[in-house]
């Protein structure tokens, strides 16, 4: 299979067979590749297009990728990462807007209408839902302390684009993204 493959989707697959199959791909992309900027270039790919494989909401996605620990900066905050959509602030603090409170909390926010988000980023004034996951690694081997040392953030021009299916396998690629990449510390 060339690399490109791993990004098409058969036409009619249910949500849960197109994160099944970014899984998968991303499993194998990463496999023996720690490089994060090459990692979530490669996961923002997979993501993109299995939304667009799917009907809608899912298909109305207009913003899927990640921000990371700006390790430069001395306060905490965010700093965008690779991604698929329109161009995206630069940073966001710790605490701050969706993809900040999940950075802060450690805990996916599942947002059914931005509006209603107090301190909601309009980074696109098209996104009308939001998730967004943390990416989590212990702060030393064993520990049960963790750190946000990126996340996750999917954004969707119609309300209520999200829903349980979505943060679960988003939490796996969480999950397998954490182990897969050397994070800058
Ligand atoms: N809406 C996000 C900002 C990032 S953009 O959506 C890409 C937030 O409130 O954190």
Sequence with gaps: MVHADASNFADGVSKQEAYEQVLLMAEGLFHGQPNWVCNLSNAASLL???????PSPSNQV????????????????LILGPFQGKVACQTILFGEGVC?????????QLVRDVEAFPGHIACDGDSK?????????????????????????????????FDEVDQKFLEELAALLAKSCAWPQ
């Design 129 to 161: 839902s939001e998730v967004v996951v943390p990416i989590l690694v212990p702060v030393a081997e064993g520990s049960d302390e963790k750190r946000t040392v990126a996340i996750i953030d999917i954004d969707c021009a119609e309300l209520g684009g």
């Design 62 to 77: 207009n913003w899927s990728g990640f921000y990371v620990r700006d390790t430069a900066s001395s306060k905490p905050q």
């Design 48 to 54: 993109w297009h299995a939304y667009k494989s799917l």
């Design 100 to 108: 900040g409170t999940a950075a802060e909390t450690q805990r996916t």
